[in-house]
């Protein structure tokens, strides 16, 4: 699968060139007309047999949160700034890979022998932490490392066989998910593929995306959000997600309500093919549908999402089998969408 690729490839958001390429490769000679537009989105058409008159949009975005070099230091530690929701909880003590020459560095900070109580028991502010890629000195530092270069952690991908294990699920899942759907045979209707930018700091180029390709509905394809771990005995509010239970409909988030057609139609569809699903149940969070369904006179939106442990981490998991099933899920909804489902 493309997703060991995608997960290693550098695309923190603004900065997206490694996964656009890679994905360019994938699909080329699958799609019938594909170009990168001003922002920087990879779009696709994919011509249907004609038989049923729709534009469908597939979205998953490229981009990933992580950090930008904003400073290089005298003593040739870099100083950098979150790009997206990155957790400071787990951004300390971590090794990056810094800039396109994936430089090594480490998130540095005070040994512990050193931290007062106080210090031990609190989470170290992110703008009090600096990367440190060996360098002597600022000079030594501006010879490998440019100001705007970004840094994302630097983990290997990992194939344990049912579970995968790697950085950047979110959305690289989405986008593997997406490369596969556009590698297979044609579909009934038009499908319009975007491989977007800059969703993690504010779904920017989904907008942009949807209004070119002018969609009649769109699917949001994601790795999203999963608390399935062991719970307090008391609390007894049931996970958003779980891993192994199938893709993941959504409901309703910070940013949209799922058109409730489609996420009766996916739930029909998966029911029909006897493919296992499950909702997304929680509002938090956004998606690309957040931006696509206001494009223009409105988009009939709905997301489909893989559950993904520990995202915006060094480390998501998934499994491999919800991969194959939510593109399972989506072939045979692309095959019997029809007109008549979001007829109003
Ligand atoms: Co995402």
Known sequence: MILRELSEAIGVSGDEGAVRTIIKTA????????????????????RGTGSVPLRVMLDAHMDEVGMMITGLNADGSLSFHPVGGLDPRVVLGKTVW?????????????????????ERSRVVPMDSLRIDIGAADEKEASGKVKVGDRATFATEYRDLGATLMGKAFDDRAGCAVMVELLRGERY??????????????????AGVAAYRLEPDVALALEGTICDDLPREPDEDISPVTEVGKGPAISLMDRATIADPRLVRFLAET??????????????????????????????????LSVACRYI?????????????????????????????????
């Open 188 to 205: 009934p209707m038009d499908v319009a593929a975007a491989f977007t930018v800059q969703e993690e700091v504010g779904l920017r180029g």
């Open 270 to 303: 998966a029911e029909l093919n006897h493919i296992p699903y499950q909702f997304r149940r929680t509002s938090a969070g956004g998606t690309d549908a957040g931006a696509i369904h206001l494009s223009r006179g409105g988009v009939p939106s709905v997301g």
């Open 98 to 118: 810094v800039g396109p020459k994936r430089l090594v560095g480490v998130v540095g900070g005070k040994p512990i022998h050193l931290c007062t109580a106080k």
């Open 312 to 344: 915006h981490s060094p480390v998501a998991l998934c499994s491999r089998e919800d991969i194959e099933n939510m593109i399972r899920l989506l072939q045979a909804a692309l095959s019997s969408l029809t007109p008549a489902v979001i007829a109003r």
């Open 27 to 46: 699909i080329d000679g699958h799609v019938d007309e594909v170009w990168v537009d001003n922002l920087g989105n990879l779009l696709a058409i994919k």
